[in-house]
């Protein structure tokens, strides 16, 4: 796979923004071009299905497709409204924190969840926001000031985000071999789902106790799509002797990676990659750390197991039991399973994701 530090063509930092240090190791993910998936290349169709049985993570270059710019756009401006946000008193932000009503969507304050095995606790605060809501498919949640004046913005954000997601889980669905639609008629976007739109706001750690903001997992859903512009996140590429490494923000770019779903759609053939959120690498670890994430999950009643019609896709395995679990419950129970505040007896392992299912079959 080529090193996204080879690409002369693109700019290696964000104005404004710290540099971005290059004696860190990085992650050598490939960079796919939205143009070109759009145009049905087929070099970069199959470069995508690379990506996703690999590692689960790559680049989309969003610049060089009018579909593209335009979510970069909404991208920026959703970036400010993340910032106002995230200004407002912990006291007000508290009020939107429905947990307690078994959901995950709205407020989540820092150091709300368990982050590892020994107990730490997370750096982040989260803002979720209902595709089901904005889209008007179900009844609206309680919100800020600040979001309701940018719902428009939101929905235009969702619905972009969305497109990509379907092409990608077309392009994905065309390379099994799958019947016609398999995967996309198990997300359409007027249907019941956990999508969600997340502002995330991680502070500076402290100088003498730098240590991981939000700790490591693969994500609940099939299809995400992540702006950031510093450094933190980290993936831990496939095999036994993996060192996490950096994923370096690109301008211009979405960092892309499949979740859960996808992995037990496939029985393991594409990757859930493990990655955690660490403070940022260099100078920019004396910045605040935002980014805005658009998460594609299964229609709510979608059963999550093997898909037929694919010769592609392993068989069940002799002593291979597949988890009787529709995409709500699954991404409720990983959602909520590590919130300090909500489960008593927090059981770490309970509430983790595909790795083992990842595992088994890659490495």
């Given amino acids: 796979m080529q090193r996204e530090a080879e690409q002369k063509d693109v700019p290696n930092n964000f104005p404004g ?21 759009l145009e049905g290349d087929p070099t970069e169709h199959k470069r995508l299905f690379q990506a996703s049985t690999d590692i689960g993570f790559f680049y989309l270059d969003l ?23 995230f200004e407002l008193s912990l006291e007000e932000k508290k009020q939107y924190d429905f947990s307690g ?21 997370d750096r982040n605060e989260f803002y979720n926001v209902s595709k089901d809501d904005i889209m008007g498919i179900s009844d609206p949640l309680p919100a800020p000031d600040t979001l309701h004046k940018s719902r428009a913005r939101l929905g235009s954000f969702m619905q972009g985000s969305h497109a990509i997601v379907t092409l990608i889980l077309d392009i994905l669905n065309d390379q099994l071999a799958l019947p016609k639609d398999t995967l996309s008629n198990l997300h359409r976007q007027q249907a019941v789902s956990g999508d969600q739109v997340r502002f995330v706001k991680a502070p500076p750690q402290p100088v003498d106790d730098r240590r991981t903001a939000l700790g490591q997992h693969t994500d609940f859903g099939s299809v995400t799509v992540l702006f950031n512009r510093l450094g933190g996140l980290q993936v831990l590429p496939p095999g036994a002797d ?46 605040t750390r935002y980014s805005l994430v658009y ?41 909520l399973g590590r919130r300090v505040d909500r489960v008593n007896d927090l059981d770490f392992e309970k509430s983790a994701g595909t790795e083992q299912l990842s595992r088994r079959i890659k490495v």
């Fill in 63 to 85: 610049s060089d497709s009018d579909q593209g710019s335009s979510l970069l756009g909404d991208a920026d401006d959703l970036f400010q409204v993340g910032e106002r946000l």
């Fill in 242 to 287: 993996a060192k996490w490494v950096y994923v370096r923000p690109l301008p211009g770019h979405a960092i892309v990676n499949l979740g859960d779903a996808m992995v037990k759609f496939t029985n393991g053939l594409f990757r859930s990659n493990i990655h955690r959120v660490v403070a940022p690498p260099g100078l920019q670890a004396e910045s």
């Fill in 17 to 37: 923004i710290p540099p971005f240090p290059d004696d860190v190791s990085t992650a050598p993910l490939l960079r796919l071009s939205s143009g070109k998936l």
């Fill in 101 to 121: 009503q078994n959901s995950y969507f709205g407020y989540k304050g820092q150091g709300a969840a368990v982050v590892d095995k020994q107990g730490n606790l």
């Fill in 295 to 335: 998460f594609a999950r299964p229609e709510d009643s979608v059963m999550l197991r093997r898909l037929e019609g694919s010769d592609l896709i392993p068989a069940i395995e002799d002593g291979q039991t597949e988890e009787e679990i529709n995409s709500k419950d699954w991404i409720i129970r990983r959602a």
